[in-house]
């Protein structure tokens, strides 16, 4: 059985109290919100080809909160529900192939993933050490 994407609308990212510190009362098919930054490369592409690519997977899947890109490689970075760290790895895994076609991404392959809770992303933050600052949501170059 095949499980469709499912994700977070756009929005501050933070997605309100959904607990998402262990124990805070989730029961067992409860969501969290999962901070997701997926990178990409490959053989160069032309830039306004990885851009439209990217503003039209911005487009179909509004959830996307910033993407960066070059000629031959890309970040993109978005909030995910799920219930736990292997679903959120397992959609962001298969995002960009099963998107490759109708955005008409660049054959590129997976090479960074990573997936982090809530409150570790906002402790990051808080601390100093969290992702580059993203850039206003959309699609820009590095």
Avoid: C
């Avoid at 607990?19 to 969501?31: C, H, I, Q, T, V």
């Avoid at 830039?47 to 910033?66: I, M």
């Avoid at 076609?101 to 993933?113: M, N």
């Avoid at 809530?118 to 969290?130: C, D, F």
Wanted: charged residues 25%.
């Amino acid at each position: 059985m095949r499980r469709a994407l499912t994700s977070v609308g756009p929005g501050d990212g933070d997605g309100g109290d959904h607990g998402n510190g262990p124990g805070e009362g989730l029961g067992p098919d409860a969501s969290r919100l999962w901070h997701v930054t997926l990178s990409v490369s490959g053989k160069p592409a032309p830039l306004s080809e990885v851009r439209r690519g990217l503003e039209q997977l911005a487009h179909d899947h509004p959830f996307l909160l910033t993407s960066r890109y070059a000629g031959d490689h890309a970040e993109i970075r978005y909030w995910e529900e799920a219930r736990d760290l292997h679903d959120a790895a397992a959609v962001a895994l298969r995002l960009w192939g099963e998107h490759r076609s109708s955005a008409q991404l660049p054959p590129w392959e997976i090479v960074g993933l990573e997936v982090i809770d809530r409150a570790t992303y906002h402790q990051r933050v808080a601390e100093g050490y969290g992702p580059p600052p993203a850039h206003p949501v959309g699609v820009h170059p590095y």
